[in-house]
């Protein structure tokens, strides 16, 4: 087996190429050539002779989506082999006599055609993995009626991700989050020639206002935030940051000087989606798209996408909107004269936008292709106001970084939140400049621990808290209570009743104390 990806454990681009050749030369100038051409579109390429060893590396894949490249004398033999496994996306037959290979290929749904040359592959490979990522889109569907939902019961991708986007747009740290972005991609794509290239040039021409450009490019920027966006992956996305901030602020911008406005009130986007998420739409209610989400003003390219297959169902979705943009809470506008595909008339909605499913209908002569008519929910939407009220009522301090992980905490991300709150505390001003914000940071990482039963970490915590809060507050003041129940509690988890009563009895003197107080103010 030849290797031509740096070795790491997760792939951010959800899709390799497996190209398997008994006779394959791994110092040939042209198989290199072809590797690196292949790599323009996917950074994993994985090239195999041994027939065993390729099967083996196969069928240990779980969750990355695989284009397989195979030499027409080796594919009539393993096709059959893998063909039905899930995860192989699109098989491709490189051979010398493509006549031969067309016979037994044409009975193979996955096989995108026969080929002699690696630029025909390299252009199928790229209109597939387009195809691939719209349909690989973040979708969460919620029935209505959902005041039924508490914050421990609600889809937390539901709504999170709006609540998300404006906790990171709270964040000013441009120069040093680009930085961060900038580091972090390099790092990860250290033997891609043609990637770093492409890093430096973002390092080096970068402006807000390009930010549209460079999402719809194929390159770095679009194929690690879409991974980001589809996987919520919050450690991700927050070294993403300012880029997902200036994707959104340049739309925001766009959508108020109405300059970009669509004309029309209906917009299209085809795709497909696995069957068990086409079922969950019948459901109807609300719909929500995790990442920034492409449609088009031209219904019949639309329709070129609405693509159907064993484990996908056929949709296109027609979008109905108003002009009055501005009320909406998710930002839209027509980028066709900043994308790097002018022609395509496309509209691009912010991330985390939500939709009401109006109606599904079967698309005449499509087999297994439907129509689902969507509406952009506005800022007035009570059903909506109400999930993100769930979400939402724990979290006290909606500012940058402690948004965040208070955010991470109440949706039972306990991990990321310890991350955003001990980022936090590098801070080494927040001690002497704010220190009972630092005491409720304290508490809050210690009711984490608690939550993830590491008892000895929460007590640790909760009194670095309840230091800070006797040294600072009255000593009947309510949050000293507070921490003390919150002490007491965790010793009644270890069963330490002994140590508990102290704290409960010093929480209930409290109590008394203020009672009495406010009796005689009375």
Known sequence: MINSTSNREINLENCIVIWLDATINQTDNATQSSVNDLRHIVDGVFTFYDLDQCIDYITDINDEKVFFIISGSIGIDIVPLIHELQHIESIYVFCCNTHIHEQWSKHYLKIRGVYNHIHSICYQLKRDIIQLSRNSISIQVIPSNSGQYDNNKLPVSFIYLQILRNALFQLDDFDIAKKEMIEFCRQYYVTNISELRLIDKFEANYEPTQAIWWYTGNSFVYKMLNQALRSQDIDLLYKFRFFIKDLHVQLVTLCISMLNTPNTNILYRGQGMRRNEFLQLQQNGFLSFSNFLSTTMDKALAEIYVQTSQDTVGVLFEIEGSEDVVKYNTPF??????????????????????????????????????????????????????????????????????????????????????????????????????????????????????????????????????????????????????????????????????????????????????????????
């Not at 670095?464 to 000593?475: G, N, Q, R, T």
């Open 333 to 522: 506008t027509c980028i066709e004269n900043l994308s790097h595909f002018p022609i395509e008339k496309e509209v691009l909605f912010s991330m985390g936008s939500i939709f009401r499913i109006k109606s599904i209908v079967k698309i005449e002569n499509k087999e297994d292709c439907y129509r689902v008519k969507l509406m952009l929910t506005d800022t007035e939407d009570e059903e909506l106001i109400t999930l993100g009220k769930c979400l939402e009522k724990d979290i006290v301090d909606k500012n940058g970084l402690f948004y965040l992980a208070a955010l991470m905490r109440v949706i039972g991300k306990y991990d990321k939140a310890i991350y955003f709150y001990q980022l936090l505390l590098k801070n080494s001003s927040l001690e002497s400049n704010n220190p009972l914000h630092l005491s409720i940071i304290y508490n809050d990482i210690g009711w984490t621990y608690k939550e993830q039963e590491d008892y000895t970490k929460a007590l640790e915590f909760y009194r670095k808290a309840l230091d800070i809060d006797e040294k600072y507050l009255p000593e009947n003041h309510e949050e000293i209570a507070t921490v003390c129940s919150n002490i007491g509690t965790v010793y009644c988890q270890q069963h330490m009743l002994d140590e508990a009563l102290i704290y409960f009895e010093r929480v209930t003197k409290i109590h008394q104390s203020r009672y009495q107080n406010h009796h005689i103010l009375d």
